[in-house]
């Protein structure tokens, strides 16, 4: 994972500024619920094997597995039943259609207010362009 270091440090900014006992935010991933981690060693590691994993399942698309990270890797597959290339209305559509779905639960609400004109309240629809806010190397690498 070497070449996606900057990807992944841009990652734990926006997931926690790089700060907590869970900087990666990777307690789902591994567990199925908020906080099972409470050591930043352990979850950087899960962090890291959980972004290769959607990273491979994304065929090297960097921008699929950024979002599935946020969204969690059914993502990837409404991606690849539509063109399989990730796009921001894709984006909006799968988190419009998750939270049509599960929005009964009361768990889920829109992080961004940008978000409530599409209904699109299940993680973050903008969490692509949020990480590549952090990130200031190869563009090459994000080119899918």
Known sequence: ?????????ALMMQ??????????????????SVGCIEDP???IKQGVSYFANTLERANG???LALQSYNFGLGFIDFVMD????????LAIE????????????GEYNCI????EQYGACYGDIYYV???????????NLLAS
């Open 1 to 9: 994972m070497g070449e996606y270091t900057d990807v992944l440090m």
């Open 15 to 32: 997931e926690s500024g790089g700060r907590g006992s869970d900087p990666m935010q990777a307690s789902e991933s591994l567990c199925g």
């Open 41 to 43: 060693e352990r979850s």
């Open 61 to 63: 698309d960097v921008k």
């Open 82 to 89: 539509r063109g399989g290339e990730y796009t921001q209305e």
């Open 94 to 105: 799968f988190s419009s259609k998750k939270y049509d779905e599960l929005k009964h639960t």
């Open 112 to 115: 961004r207010e940008e978000a």
């Open 129 to 139: 362009d949020a990480v590549l806010s952090y990130y200031e190397s190869d563009e």
